[in-house]
């Protein structure tokens, strides 16, 4: 009963969130041309499918897939309705022409995906860390990381450079983890009251101090992996802590411009923790200034112009694939993706590994977008579905989409009826995160941060055999100690 209860609520949710999203678009849809409302509508079913059948409870575990393709309504759905100058350069016709593709893609992921994760069932045995000792472990890492932020905005030395890059990337790979986790723990109930506390402070520990580089888009993305692991462990909003968070974090965006000319000018500025009153103060008045301020034309800058929706926007980055191809430019023809497994070994192993965005500088090079030398200094992003239509066109994104949804699939089945602390769960865990993450990146970039990432991951996995295989041990020698005193 409870748990149809609980899919009836998140259901309810997901056709609120649909009203809502059909009626802040409704003028917007009225004006542009009818080719354009009909691609906006044809992304924002293919992108909501999946998420409605993880909300009614029509698939298991982590709703890594779903979550992929909710990405597409910022990145593709929505900029058709924007004001995004690189969207509207192109005819309704166009935008219709990428909507279909993009439906394509994601249609193709959803069938297999579907297909896959809706036999799952639970392993019989599984390597785990203990629950206690595991979450005081991932709360301690929280912790750390919001150390390593301190480090590097208080600008401090002490330790070896080459050792703080390794620790540096080890921990705050295992910081997001713990927080998706403990959030997730959280939602489901599971955290006692006093953990539950104490996460809750690290974790805005950790948001402050990411903030505090004057880098926001890190801070906001802790928030919200915090926010979207609690709603998959309890499929519930967490109301007062999004409101909360998003009005103390989103009006920093405003007053993020004037601090960054003041204070990233000249030399290094370094802010000390027992300086962040004062800090975020300066910044929460620079941004109550420009709030109320309105600008004339000529102070208006485009970064300050664009919303989020804008800068997030890759539609304009396909479009301008089909027009370019084939008509100017051949297909790629799987150019980009020989760089994958190259781009997985280590660059100790192979000091002359190409750059991880060589999939990307290929991409732009071959469409006469930009030098290679002009890649050198700067990465113009490009995505999954681009890519793919960039090498094989309208069957390349099928077969992209549909690889993607059986990967994601496979990665849901892991941990489907695990413990969260297991070595499976940590690992769809992860994958979920690079969904999330994965908007702009290639092939190459993803499979490459993918591998680093599993690591820690392996290495627990590891630890954990070897524990239980110790354990093992100790109870054999009892038992064959406790034998021969019976004989």
């Known amino acids: 009963m409870a748990k149809a209860n609980t899919e009836t609520k998140m259901t309810t949710l997901f056709w609120a969130g649909i009203g809502l999203l059909l009626f802040s678009n409704f003028d917007r849809l009225r004006a542009v041309e009818v080719q354009t409302a009909y691609g906006f509508l044809l992304i924002a079913a293919a992108c909501m499918f999946p998420v409605y059948l993880w909300c009614a409870g029509k698939v298991k575990g982590m709703p890594v897939f779903p979550f992929f393709s909710l990405t597409y309504l910022w ?16 005819s309704g016709s166009a935008h219709f022409s990428a909507a279909l593709t993009v439906a394509v893609f994601l249609l193709s992921g959803t069938v297999v995906w579907y297909q896959v994760v809706k036999a799952s069932n639970a392993p019989r045995t599984y390597l785990a860390l203990g629950t206690q000792g595991a979450e005081l472990f991932f709360i301690g890492i929280v912790l750390a990381g919001a150390f390593i932020n301190m480090y590097l905005v208080g600008g401090w030395s002490g330790i070896p450079d080459k050792l703080f890059t390794i620790a540096r990337n080890a921990i705050l790979g295992l910081s997001f983890l713990g927080i998706f986790i403990l959030a997730y723990r959280s939602g489901s109930g599971d955290l006692s009251q006093v953990k539950g506390r104490l996460f809750f402070a690290c974790l805005c520990l950790n948001i402050l101090t990411a903030a505090a580089g004057l880098i926001l888009k890190t801070a906001l993305t802790l928030f919200l992996l915090s926010v979207i692991a609690f709603v998959v462990g309890g499929k519930r909003l967490p109301v007062v802590p999004l409101v909360l968070g998003m009005a103390a974090l989103l009006p920093l965006h405003y007053g993020k411009h004037p601090m960054r000319a003041k204070y990233w000018e000249g030399p290094a ?5 027992w300086q962040y009153p004062a800090w975020f103060g300066e910044w929460w008045g620079h941004a109550l200034k420009e709030i109320n301020h309105e600008k004339a034309r000529y102070e208006v800058e485009v970064e300050d112009k664009e919303s989020f929706v804008e800068r997030s926007s890759i539609i304009h980055i396909l479009m301008m694939a089909q027009e370019k191809i084939p008509s100017q430019f051949d297909y790629l023809k799987g150019e980009t993706y020989g760089y994958v497994l190259i781009l997985m070994i280590p660059r100790a192993f192979y000091p002359a590994k190409p750059v991880s965005h060589i999939g990307t500088h290929t991409l732009n090079i071959h469409i006469k977008r930009q030098t290679p030398e002009q890649t050198e200094k700067t990465t113009i992003a490009w995505g999954l579905l681009p890519e793919a239509y960039a090498n094989f066109g309208l069957a390349g994104c099928a077969g992209v989409g549909g690889f993607l949804g059986l990967f994601y699939a496979l990665a849901t089945r892991l941990s489907v009826g695990t413990s969260a602390f ?17 908007t702009e990146w290639t092939a190459g970039v993803y499979s490459a941060a993918l591998f680093q990432s599993t690591v820690p991951i392996v290495g627990m996995s590891v630890l954990m055999r070897v524990r239980r295989s110790k354990r093992r041990g100790a109870k054999s020698k009892r038992l064959r100690k406790h034998s021969s005193q019976l004989r």
Do not use: I
């Open 75 to 90: 990145t593709f759905c929505l900029p058709l309705l924007s004001e995004n100058p690189n969207v509207l350069l192109y």
């Open 269 to 273: 500025h370094y802010v000390q923790p």
């Open 422 to 438: 297991s070595s499976r769960s940590m690992f769809s865990v992860l994958v979920l995160s690079f969904a999330l993450a994965s």
